[in-house]
């Protein structure tokens, strides 16, 4: 078996563990079930296929199916859009030969850095690939981190979120960001099973994340289109930003991420009291806090 194929099985295999039979419409059963999840005969009664064709599947073995029968086993599964996205992926992958190789350097075309810094009041960012950091306008350094003053190498948030312990300290919510961060990486290397990048960083967070092994082995996928952050900031305290995100025209390997707060509340405040502690002289002692 390839190692693709591989991880087609590995996905199959976690994710009809993670099913819950009643809400998959199941009847109940007197037998006890050994292992959480569905079996392979439930998935393949459910999805309109044969259980020895599902199997074949589960194993890494070469298939490829039709439209219709993607679509009838990420209904069967319970696939999101993401998940649904990653199983297509992997078998698209599965049916080619492996390419390792490595992409161009992603650049962030000046209109979108013009636009960046025109939020001037609001944390915006450009993620690319592998959730690499591409840029960052004044407020998402002062809310996050400085990520531009940081190496090359550094400028990744799912490495950020994992090894950075202001990253820990920073999110109210640090385990859910973070597992959805590793869930991302995980979509991503779906999509593109050849980069060496995304490879790399990968191995890297394997040996130095005491969370990531564990995490990256549950197969989970997950895609940030939009949602919210609970951060204790050590400047403006505690606060939750919602976030909405948008891909540039011409350019769907990069995301733009623009965070907000509703008017009026208190973390729309500690939003504009940063915004003015980022525009004091370098002398003023708060910017010492962090």
């Known amino acids: 078996m390839t190692e693709k194929n591989q ?8 994710t009809r563990g993670q099913c819950d039979p009643a809400r998959a419409g199941l009847p109940a059963d007197a037998r006890i079930r050994r292992v959480p999840g569905l079996r392979r005969e439930e998935v393949a009664l459910l999805a309109g296929v044969s259980t020895d064709y599902y199997a074949r599947l589960e194993q890494g073995r070469r298939i490829v199916p039709s439209p219709s029968v993607l679509d009838a086993l990420g209904r069967a599964l319970g696939l999101d859009p993401a998940g649904q996205a990653h199983l297509e992926d992997l078998i698209a992958a599965a049916g080619k030969p492996p390419r390792p190789r490595a992409r161009p350097v992603q650049r962030v075309r000046p209109g979108l850095r013009q636009l960046l810094d025109s939020l001037d009041g609001e944390p915006a960012m450009v993620l690319g690939r592998r959730t690499d950091i591409l840029a960052t306008n004044r407020m998402a350094r002062a809310l996050f981190a400085d990520f531009e003053a940081r190496p090359p190498a550094e400028r990744n948030y799912a490495r950020w979120m994992l090894l950075d312990e202001d990253a820990r300290t920073l999110f109210a919510d640090w385990e859910p960001q973070a597992r959805a961060a590793v869930e991302s ?10 980069d060496r990048s995304t490879a790399d ?13 564990g995490w990256w082995d549950e197969h989970r996928v997950h895609q940030r289109t939009h949602g919210s952050k609970r951060l204790h900031h050590p400047v403006v305290g505690d606060l939750t930003v919602d976030y909405e995100t948008l891909t540039p025209p011409g350019d769907t390997d990069s995301t733009l991420y623009v965070y907000t707060a509703e008017p009026g509340s208190p973390s729309r405040q500690a939003l ?7 525009l004091s002289p370098p002398s003023d002692p708060a910017r010492n806090t962090r």
């Open 7 to 14: 991880e087609l099985a590995d996905f199959l295999r976690r």
């Open 272 to 278: 504009d009291l940063l915004a003015n502690w980022t």
């Open 201 to 213: 960083l990968v191995a890297e967070l394997r040996t130095t994340s005491a969370e990531f092994p």
């Open 185 to 194: 990486l995980r979509l991503e290397l779906g999509a593109d099973p050849h």
